[in-house]
């Protein structure tokens, strides 16, 4: 079975992306990685230098959909694109939390719309404490018609429902959904674009990736194995669908493993925010370069 698993995020300031995810919308840390060089699969952007991983959300990801935050030590922000739509949290509980936090929020008929230091929105709504309050992802394309057929008969995902401005597709109940929205602009990615990611089994991955060559899409990163250092090996491959929204499909097997919640995560994440000195690598040029 197929299965939703993360969106990714690059942020600029660790420290206030911390303050956003943790304090505002009251998720937790589950896992934080450092690497000493970028990632074969581009998990980290097109960027080879210093870098960490970070894993936030409202539980473990055999049955939550969370939030990968990718910093680039050398980069200080990055201009957004069009492309990502927002994500969308169902939770009464998280919104009264936020409207009493005292951020700032743009009232919807039926929430709030909050933005994370980096600008990334996101959609709180009344609903339901039981279960995964991350109910979907929504992104923009430029031909719905091309981009639900995509997703739905190369990538295999199940078809909700869809009108002339929207489609929305799941891999299973109970799953964070994916929202097509239909865009009258065309789609730009800027450098702050993200990615998102699905789990499969193992040996489908190599299926997957001949049926996309068949259809002669865009394949980013052929299948690949990627190491964290005392952790599993997942294989993982990367496509990009027709408005180059990056997806990711690793195999379930190795990643279970190598996703569990880490007790110190968020002990590990505080000591590298308070050993990170790279602010100080650009203080002569004014500051840590935007990658806009």
Same mark, same amino acid.
């Given at each position: 079975?197929?299965?939703?698993?993360?969106?990714?995020?690059k942020?600029?300031?660790?420290?206030?992306?911390?303050?956003?995810?943790t304090?505002?919308?009251?998720?937790?840390?589950?896992?934080?990685?450092?690497?000493?060089?970028?990632?074969?699969?581009?998990?980290?952007?097109?960027?080879?230098?210093v870098?960490?991983?970070?894993?936030?959300?409202?539980g473990?990801?055999?049955?939550?959909?969370?939030?990968?935050?990718?910093?680039?030590y050398e980069?200080?922000s990055?201009?957004?694109?069009?492309?990502f739509?927002?994500?969308?949290?169902?939770?009464?509980?998280?919104?009264?939390?936020?409207?009493?936090?005292?951020v700032?929020?743009?009232?919807?008929?039926?929430?709030?719309?909050?933005?994370d230091?980096?600008?990334?929105?996101?959609f709180l709504?009344?609903?339901?404490?039981?279960?995964?309050?991350v109910?979907?992802?929504s @992104?923009?394309?430029?031909?719905?018609?091309?981009?639900?057929?995509?997703?739905?008969?190369?990538?295999g995902?199940?078809?909700i429902?869809?009108?002339?401005?929207?489609?929305?597709?799941?891999?299973g109940?109970?799953?964070?959904?994916?929202?097509l929205?239909?865009?009258?602009?065309?789609?730009?990615?800027g450098?702050?674009?993200?990615?998102?990611?699905f789990?499969?089994?193992?040996?489908?991955?190599?299926?997957?990736?001949?049926?996309?060559?068949?259809a002669?899409?865009?394949?980013?990163?052929?299948?690949v194995?990627?190491?964290?250092?005392?952790?599993?090996?997942?294989?993982?491959?990367?496509?990009?669908?027709?408005?180059?929204?990056?997806?990711?499909? @690793?195999?379930?097997?190795?990643?279970?493993?190598?996703?569990k919640?880490?007790?110190?995560?968020?002990?590990?994440?505080?000591?590298?925010i308070?050993?990170?000195?790279?602010a100080?690598?650009?203080?002569?040029?004014g500051?840590k370069?935007s990658?806009?």
């Open positions: 079975m197929r299965r939703a698993l993360h969106y990714v995020f942020i600029g300031d660790r420290k206030a992306s911390y303050d956003f995810f304090k505002t919308l009251g998720m937790q840390i589950l896992r934080h990685e450092e690497f000493e060089e970028g990632c074969k699969a581009t998990c980290n952007g097109p960027y080879n230098g870098w960490s991983k970070t894993m936030v959300g409202y473990a990801e055999d049955d939550h959909f969370v939030i990968e935050l990718t910093y680039n980069v200080g990055y201009k957004l694109g069009n492309d739509a927002g994500i969308k949290i169902e939770s009464s509980s998280i919104l009264d939390r936020v409207k009493s936090s005292g700032k929020a743009e009232e919807t008929h039926d929430g709030l719309i909050v933005r230091p980096d600008g990334h929105p996101f709504t009344k609903g339901e404490s039981s279960g995964d309050p109910k979907q992802v @992104v923009n394309v430029a031909d719905l018609k091309k981009s639900t057929d995509y997703w739905q008969n190369l990538c995902m199940n078809k429902s869809s009108d002339d401005k929207h489609s929305l597709l799941s891999f109940s109970g799953q964070c959904a994916l929202e929205r239909a865009s009258s602009k065309p789609i730009e990615r450098t702050g674009f993200g990615r998102i990611a789990s499969c089994p193992t040996a489908e991955l190599s299926e997957l990736e001949g049926k996309m060559k068949e002669h899409q865009t394949i980013q990163t052929p299948l194995a990627l190491e964290t250092p005392g952790k599993a090996t997942v294989h993982v491959v990367i496509f990009a669908d027709p408005d180059a929204h990056e997806i990711c499909f @690793v195999g379930d097997e190795a990643f279970r493993e190598l996703s919640v880490d007790p110190k995560a968020d002990t590990l994440l505080q000591s590298a308070q050993k990170d000195s790279s100080d690598w650009f203080k002569h040029s500051g370069p990658a806009s």
